[in-house]
T-cell receptor
Framework: DGGITQSPKYLFRKEGQNVTLSCEQN?????MYWYRQDPGQGLRLIYY???????QKGDIAEGYSVSREKKESFPLTVTSAQKNPTAFYLC???????????FGPGTRLTVL | AQKVTQAQTEISVVEKEDVTLDCVYE???????LFWYKQPPSGELVFLIR??????QNEISGRYSWNFQKSTSSFNFTITASQVVDSAVYFC???????????FGRGTQLTVWP
């Protein structure tokens, strides 16, 4: 089945630790995205990538980093510089940046 | 600037009622795209529809219908004869022609009671 997978579904980390969230897609999509969702805030764009080895900052990139070494993978690292990392993180992909985005199941990160 | 406003934070209806979710957008682009997504309690966003700015025809898909009006910058979503399974958060989103990114509204939580 084609789709987007995110792992793990729930993640707990201690304050000050970096953590990497996985996002993989087998849809052969060129573009991939990371969003953060907080209660009542809607979705806010962290980073997006239109092609391999290229990515751009979104609205809330501070404290996050990404890489795009392979077309199917777009991991997100939440660094210790992110002041309030506890949130629901959603990964998405699209054929091109002008097409509808399809979303993964999300990862709920809790920093203790 | 691109902006999407969903003024209704929460809506509650009883099963079989019709319900309309409002979406108002702002953009300076002449070509743009509007989207609706559904987020059930599981958390994954489900794509519902995409509408191009040059196509103002309303669309119907089963119990779902969308009313796009450029004159009022609105793209409203109506669910006819609502069901409990329609309970979810619904997001409206906008994409302009210059950048590929989406701008989301804050979402409307719809609760359908049996």
């Amino acid at each position: 089945d084609g789709g987007i997978t995110q792992s793990p579904k729930y993640l707990f980390r201690k304050e000050g630790q970096n953590v990497t969230l996985s996002c993989e897609q087998n849809l052969n999509h060129d573009a991939m995205y990371w969003y953060r969702q907080d209660p009542g805030q809607g979705l806010r764009l962290i980073y997006y990538s239109q092609i391999v080895n290229d990515f751009q900052k979104g609205d809330i990139a501070e404290g996050y980093s990404v890489s795009r070494e392979k077309k199917e993978s777009f991991p997100l690292t939440v660094t210790s510089a992110q002041k309030n990392p506890t949130a629901f993180y959603l990964c998405a992909s699209s054929i091109g940046t002008y097409n509808e985005q399809f979303f993964g199941p999300g990862t709920r990160l809790t920093v203790l | 600037a691109q902006k999407v406003t969903q003024a209704q934070t929460e809506i509650s209806v009883v099963e079989k009622e019709d319900v309309t979710l409002d979406c108002v957008y702002e953009t300076r682009d002449t070509t743009y795209y509007l989207f609706w997504y559904k987020q059930p309690p599981s958390g994954e966003l489900v794509f519902l529809i995409r509408r191009n700015s040059f196509d103002e025809q309303n669309e119907i898909s089963g119990r779902y219908s969308w009313n796009f009006q450029k004159s009022t910058s609105s793209f409203n979503f109506t669910i006819t004869a609502s069901q409990v399974v329609d309970s979810a958060v619904y997001f409206c989103a906008l994409r302009g022609s210059t950048l590929g990114r989406l701008y989301f509204g804050r979402g409307t939580q719809l609760t359908v009671w049996p």
